[in-house]
């Protein structure tokens, strides 16, 4: 367990865009957090930053960690430059400061150096907070007005250019990129007489036009969303605002119209089949995940789709559903026949004895700090002598709490009984059970794998890389296969 007087310092920029270079604010909030430590005494641990991270968001990751590493007794609360970087929203900062503070864990700020356990320090920090409330709710709407502003000007809004254009630096609006609108114009062109996703991404991608995102590969999905782009149209659109004449169009509506139609009669059949490792499966050559579909005679089945954001797939993978998910489930029943059986029940006493402590040792300096009249009659020096006695009983008891809770067990679930469920579960449920203990699913090729046994890989919770492709990437996705962890065995 840390020390009492080890805390983390904690850091929120809400938007760097292209700051990185230049931006000052993070180093600006860590002095102050280290100037704020000196001055109470205390220690900084680790320093985490959460960066592009809106204050009114309370899934955080670095605000999570902190959070975590205060509930495990690794650290003895946060400091942070202004209760701002904390948060802009009071309910939520409240619920946050409450839990902290459950935990035995404090928040302290350069900025507001007021005690969230004083009556007039709790005041003090919610009028701290609702104006920094006021100053978010504020500026989003500031923001929501220039947005619109910008939109009935022309100029684009969205900080990626659709590919096919530009934006003029000089007045911010787009303008058509020959080269590129030549090929898109192609595009749609060819998509009106029947063309497929595969041809028109092998139109674009000859052509050199790369994706809003950057990328070379052109995706099933990359083709579709630019078919389906109004802005060829010469609009741009923000919300419910839309300005028709904003730029110069590169199709005529005639031709994206009857692109439309065929892009209309696409088979859904991701939407009428249900495919239970939707989100978990994924193919070992290049790491992107199984797209669940049907193939030409309606059977169900997962397939890599080749073409990614980081590249083409060298290996792709493709496997009948129903086979896929009776090896995964299978594997997964072997699992949970493996997994410990609920603990006994453990002995909660001394941990129900360290809370019952702690909530007296608060009510006890809660109503001696509230006595004004106590202080009157013992007079102010004898009244701050008895309140740091009882705020040195409420650390003691804060500090037996975070001992015994770290020394309580925590009972494990017994999912065995997911065993006997499982066939019962419609696919959606399957795949929310399975994911309890399973990262990912990993499928080779029926060319790669030395035996059909092979083929599968089930990487099990904890087990899974953290690094996995995504969509919405900042920067391009690595193509590369998956490795198997120490200790994995090839079989699932």
């Known amino acids: 367990m840390a020390a009492r007087d080890v805390f983390d310092g904690y850091i929120r920029v809400s938007r760097v865009g292209d700051r990185v270079e230049r931006l000052r604010s993070p180093e600006f909030q ?28 309370d899934d955080r990751p670095g605000l999570l960690e902190a959070m975590e590493r205060i509930e495990s007794g690794e650290s003895a609360g946060i400091i942070v430059a202004k209760l ?15 839990r902290i503070m459950d935990a035995g864990g404090r928040i302290y700020s350069y900025a507001e150096p007021a005690d969230w356990t004083s009556s007039d320090g709790e005041l003090q920090i919610h009028l701290a907070l609702a104006i920094a409330q ?33 934006r003029d630096e000089a007045t911010r609006r787009l303008v058509v990129d020959r080269k590129a609108a030549s090929v898109i114009q192609e595009v749609f062109e060819r998509r009106t007489m029947g063309a497929g996703p595969a041809t028109l991404a092998d139109l674009l991608e ?21 078919l389906k782009n109004r802005i060829y149209l010469g609009e741009l659109k923000y919300a419910e605002h839309v300005n028709v004449e904003s730029h110069e169009a590169i199709v005529d509506r005639a031709t994206w119209e009857a692109a439309q139609r065929q892009v209309a009669k696409l088979p859904k059949s991701a939407a009428r089949w249900p495919f239970a490792l939707t989100g978990l499966a994924r193919c070992w050559a290049c790491r992107y995940a199984l797209q669940g579909t049907t193939s030409s005679h309606g059977k169900r089945i997962y397939r890599c789709t080749v073409r990614h954001a980081g590249g083409r797939c060298p290996d792709p993978c493709r496997i009948a559903a129903d086979e896929f998910e009776l090896v995964v489930s299978d594997a997964f029943r072997r699992r949970i026949l493996k997994w410990p059986a609920m603990q006994q029940v453990v002995d909660t006493g001394a941990l129900d004895a360290a809370r019952a402590a702690v909530l007296e040792a608060e009510r006890e300096l809660a109503g001696y700090r509230d006595d004004t009249e106590l202080r009157d009659v013992i007079g102010r020096d004898a009244w701050l002598d008895g309140l740091r006695a009882r705020r040195a009983v409420l650390d003691q008891g804060e500090d037996e709490l975070a001992r015994v809770r770290l020394a309580t067990p925590t009972p494990q679930p017994d999912l065995r009984f997911l065993v006997d469920e499982l066939p019962n579960m419609t696919l959606v449920e399957q795949r929310e059970a399975m994911g309890q203990l399973i990262d990912v699913v990993a499928l080779r090729s029926a060319a790669s794998a030395k035996l059909p046994v092979d083929r599968v890989v089930v990487f099990w919770a904890g087990e899974g890389p953290s690094d996995l492709p995504r969509r919405g990437f900042r920067e391009k996705p690595e193509l590369r296969p998956f490795e198997l962890p120490p200790g994995v065995p090839v079989r699932a």
């Open 30 to 57: 860590e002095r102050e957090i280290r100037r704020e430590a000196k001055q109470r005494g205390l220690r900084v641990g680790r320093v985490i930053s959460d960066l592009d991270q809106s204050g009114g968001r």
């Open 84 to 98: 701002d970087r904390f948060s802009r929203n009071l309910t939520q900062a409240t619920a946050l400061a409450k």
């Open 134 to 166: 006021h100053q978010r709710r504020r500026a989003n709407e500031y923001f929501e007005t220039a947005k619109q502003s910008a939109v009935e000007r022309g100029v684009a809004v969205n900080p990626r250019i659709a590919p096919g254009y530009r």
């Open 206 to 226: 000859a052509g050199g036009v790369t994706t809003s995102m950057g990328s070379e590969t052109w995706s099933k999905a990359a083709v579709y969303a630019l």
